[in-house]
């Protein structure tokens, strides 16, 4: 997890304010502690904190191509880079790293903003292109990396989280009543939208291009769920399939130059995770699981975890989890996730990612299987019925 942020005045010829970067930079300071990077060219200004995970002494960043025409700030992983990379010497680039972000620069300079096709992993960044004078923000496909911005006389202000963007003194905190509306039917805020009037999350799939005076948002990949009606498959060629994705797709997540880990929860999403990678690792798993203590151990999980661990001889850590936590941990939890969100399990995700972070710098987790494999159905349908009128009636006065 690195932190990106930013402002561009493509309406004004005012120098950006080294102050005001450095504000938005420690605003974010928690997600990058490793490192920090600024650019700055006229009413431009990049910032940059960085959690070092590939190339820890050559991905310092902003990164720049060889002439500094390309500039770039980038939070996330490119799984592929190392394809990429041979792809870019075939076509006679010379790379001065190992690191991904380096691959995007060079993708930029042969395929401008098409370039996001050829990216397969999470990403939220902002390129600089010196010489068409354009500013280009993208996020990956599903939005696993955040991307937030605002636009406020002629300036284009974005960052990695919300707090960010308050740095400016142009942003002022005013609540989005539409929003709120959206998060107690939802419970949660769909992008564009979020609870702050006027400043919005770049949807997922989407790359924001502002250049000639202007802001314009693309959509650039959309899920589609079209088949082949030709196409013969029985329920065993898809199981099949699914296990060589999944293989796939753990194996390139293990790419990594830093220490890391998984979530053990003991279901079936982690602990396929798990599995998979005591079968490319030479050495036992870290893995970290949270319990609960009086009244909720009933609800605790932590035995099927247990399982699992000896089952594949990990190096496994548990933290529990009381009614007190929530309590003294409410605050600072609400202070990093920038707006609500309606998940129970929000504080407990949050004390087993301080245990992990004692240990290893990034975890593979099972988060999203459920939604992709249809898991969450009869929730959907539960709220389909009955809807979630009771917190809009109870919040009616607001």
Partial sequence: MCGICGVYGYHADEPVDQHLLTAMQ????????????????????????????????????????????????????????????AQLRQRGHTLQTNSDTEVIVHLYEDEGV?????????????????????????????????????????TLIFGSEIKALLQ????????????????????????????????????????????????????YWHLSFETDPSEQRTIQDYTDELEA????????????????GAFLSGGVDSSTIVAMMSQFLNEPVKTFSVGFTEPWANHSELAYAEIVAQQYQTDH???????????????????????????????????????????????????GATSCLRGMGATIGKSAVHGCGGSRRRCGPL
């Fill in 245 to 260: 994705l999944l293989q796939e797709c753990v194996a390139m997540h293990l790419v990594s130059d830093v220490p890391f």
């Fill in 168 to 219: 400016h003194p142009a942003v002022q905190p005013a609540m989005d009543h539409s929003a709120l509306n959206l998060y107690l039917g939802l419970r949660f805020i769909p992008a564009p939208a979020t609870l702050f009037r006027d400043i919005y999350a770049l949807p997922p799939g989407h790359i924001l291009i502002c250049e000639r005076g202007t802001v314009r948002i693309v959509n």
């Fill in 114 to 154: 098409q370039c996001v096709h050829s990216l397969r992993g999470m990403f939220g960044f902002a390129l600089w292109d010196k010489r068409r004078q354009r500013l280009l923000l993208a996020r990956d496909r599903l939005g696993i990396k955040p991307l937030y911005y605002t636009i406020k006389n002629g």
């Fill in 26 to 85: 420690q605003a974010i300071l928690h997600r990058g502690p490793d490192d920090a990077g600024a650019y700055t060219e006229g009413p431009l200004g990049l910032g940059f904190r960085r959690l070092s995970i590939i190339d820890v002494v050559g991905g310092k960043q902003p990164m720049t191509n060889e002439d500094e025409s390309v500039v770039l700030i980038f939070n996330g992983e490119i799984y592929n880079y190392r394809e990429l990379q």
């Fill in 317 to 367: 850590r548990n933290i529990y989890i009381s009614p007190n936590d929530i309590h003294n941990l409410a605050a600072e939890v609400i202070w990093h996730l920038d707006q609500p969100i309606a998940d129970e399990a929000t504080i407990a995700n949050y004390m087993v990612s301080k245990l992990a972070s004692q240990h290893v710098k990034m975890v593979l987790t099972g988060e």
